[in-house]
Nanobody
Framework: QVQLVESGGGLVQPGGSLRLSCAAS????????MGWYRQTPGKRRELVAS???????NYADSVPGRFTISRDNAKNTAYLQMNSLKPEDTAVYYC?????????????WGQGTQVTVSS
C-alpha cells in the first residue's frame, strides 16, 4: 500500500518557522512530482509548492521568498521549509505525490498536518 507520512506541523508564532516533511513508501515506481497543498474551512485546497524529480519548482504567489520546497529522490521524501509565517498561513497542509504506472498517471494524498500561526 502507498503511504505518505507527514510531519513537522504544529503551533508557531507569527514570524516563526516550520519544516514539513513527507515521506512516501510502498511506491514501486519513480515519483515524478511531489507537492504541498493547503486548505482552510470554507476554501478550496490550493497549491503551496511543488517540485519535480528534476528539481523544477512551482510556488503559490503568496509564498515566494518565504517558503522553499526540496526533495530527496533517493528517500522519496519532500520538505517544505516555511519561514516568516503569517496567520493567514494557518491551514491543514497535505502532501501529494504523482507517479506513472505503465504510462498511466497516478496520484496520492497524505492525511494532512495542521499548521497554526498565532500569538
Amino acid at each position: 500500500q502507498v503511504q505518505l507520512v507527514e510531519s513537522g506541523g504544529g503551533l508557531v508564532q507569527p514570524g516563526g518557522s516550520l519544516r514539513l516533511s513527507c515521506a512516501a513508501s510502498g511506491i514501486a515506481f519513480s515519483i515524478s512530482e511531489m507537492g504541498w497543498y493547503r486548505q482552510t474551512p470554507g476554501k478550496r485546497r490550493e497549491l503551496v509548492a511543488s517540485i519535480t524529480s528534476g528539481g523544477r519548482t512551482n510556488y503559490a504567489d503568496s509564498v515566494p521568498g518565504r517558503f522553499t520546497i526540496s526533495r530527496d529522490n533517493a528517500k522519496n521524501t519532500a520538505y517544505l521549509q516555511m519561514n516568516s509565517l503569517k496567520p493567514e498561513d494557518t491551514a491543514v497542509y497535505y502532501c501529494n505525490i504523482v507517479f506513472s504506472v505503465f504510462g498511466t498517471r497516478r496520484d496520492y494524498w497524505g492525511q494532512g498536518t495542521q499548521v497554526t500561526v498565532s500569538s
